[in-house]
């Protein structure tokens, strides 16, 4: 089965940053599209940003576009969310998504990695 694991969450101040990872196993990375969600505590998981494999541009919610970057490293099979500008508002745990096809809605995603905790304090 897909297994996806993330890593690289923490405690950061308002306006840090943070570089996330998620590590793809167990599939055909190149199979995939690949997407970062979040989700605070007692909410609904919020897209973050995706892309495809390879020869796409990158999509961002509104929220995060101009301070959120998503890439992969093919050669890895690792997908990373770097964060600047980090919010208060930027707190949750970050889930790492893989599925058939670039999408922004978390139910098209069929494969989820157990979340890392991003804590941006004021």
């Known amino acids: 089965q897909v297994r996806l694991v993330e890593s690289g969450g923490g405690l950061v101040q308002a306006g840090g940053s943070l570089r996330l990872s998620c590590a793809f196993s167990g599939g055909t990375f190149s199979n995939y599209a690949m997407g970062w969600f979040r989700r605070a505590p007692g909410k609904e998981r919020e897209f973050v940003a995706a892309?495809?494999?390879?020869?796409?541009?990158?999509s961002y919610s509104d929220s995060v576009k101009g301070r959120f970057a998503i890439s992969r490293d093919n050669a890895k099979n690792t997908v990373y969310l770097q964060m600047n500008s980090l919010k208060p508002e930027d707190t949750a745990v970050y889930y790492c998504a893989a599925g058939g096809s670039m999408a922004t809605t978390a139910p098209t995603y069929p494969h989820w990695g157990q979340g890392t905790q991003v804590t941006v304090s004021s």
């Open positions: 892309r495809r494999y390879t020869g796409s541009v990158p």
